[in-house]
């Protein structure tokens, strides 16, 4: 052991997590489930109202970006939190609920923060797994796993990386099963699929939603996300949280992002008719691959996962290895038909040789 201050035991213990950034510019980004066209030019144009040194010299201020959130959400502005990213949503949610030794559970394979989170505070975590042959959830196992004593569960709907959703009656399940654990259900892909728990907030007391501006919005530099829930638990998780994690940027650009709806709706329906193109291709191809709700699929590449994701990159296509939790699985975010129509002529080119 090393001199000096000693890290805590659950520091020490926890997995490593090395997300693969850099050298990303100037290529065709299909490896992070990004927004492919970048955000709306109404969002650029608020944000360099605000560069100027007077706006840049206070600390921030919620109040408009709160008020204005709320409305487009439909909620309360005391009903939500603004976050950095919903990755700060998962961390404030983790303070707020879970000491040393508490029992958390997940899914795998689904978003490394809930795992990252959970065992920095020192959580005890979980996990079950996607049902093998189509990666839909396991609502009846999953059920039996949840103990009286579990303090938070953490799912995403759809999830990442199998694309597969939960069906509204199942998370009602979950959430009457575990009526004393903080579930969360965070919806970063919402937009691609319309299923939200989000009016429930006030429904049943043990319910988080979360969302994100880093997805479909093309916002994911500017880290800003929401955590809902009912106002209580609103009330303690803002307890837990540092007053200005969310930059005056970040904030602006959230509101000019939901004023221009328009934007998202069009790179949705850009988005969903890609995903179909992309399955022809997969088709064509006879690569099997997962049926997704979100702006990603998941498709089987065997044993040349990893060779494939290679020689894409050497073509200046990036995708995301995934054979690590699901045997020869990859992910390609779905961007635009073009994009896709890209992806797959190279991909095609690469599978036949
Ligand atoms: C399920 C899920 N939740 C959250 C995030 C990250 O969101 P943010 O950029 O808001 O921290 C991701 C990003 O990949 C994700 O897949």
Redesign the pocket.
Known sequence: MTEGPQPREAVRQMAPYHPPTGGRAGKLRLD??ENTVGCSPKVIEAITQYLTADHLTVYPEYVDAMNELAAFFKVKPEEFAM????????QVLVNTYIDDGDDVLIMRP??A?YRFYSEVAGGVVREMEYRKDDLSFPIDKFLDALRPETKLVML?N????TGTGIKFEDIRLILETAPDAAVLI????FEFCGVTALPWINKYPNLFV??????VYGM?AM???CIFSNKDNVAWMRKAQSPYSVNMLAAVAARAAVRDSDYVARYVGEVLAARELAYFGLDKLNIPYFKSQ?NFILFQAGDRAIPIRDALRDRGVLIRDRSYEIPGCVRVTIGTRDQVQRFLTELESLWNK
Do not use: L
């Open positions: 992070f489930n976050t950095n990213g919903t990755d700060e949503a998962i689904s978003y923060m995403a759809p999830n990442n990386p965070d919806e970063a892909y979360s969302r994100t501006f880093s997805k994911a880290r800003c996300g979100a």
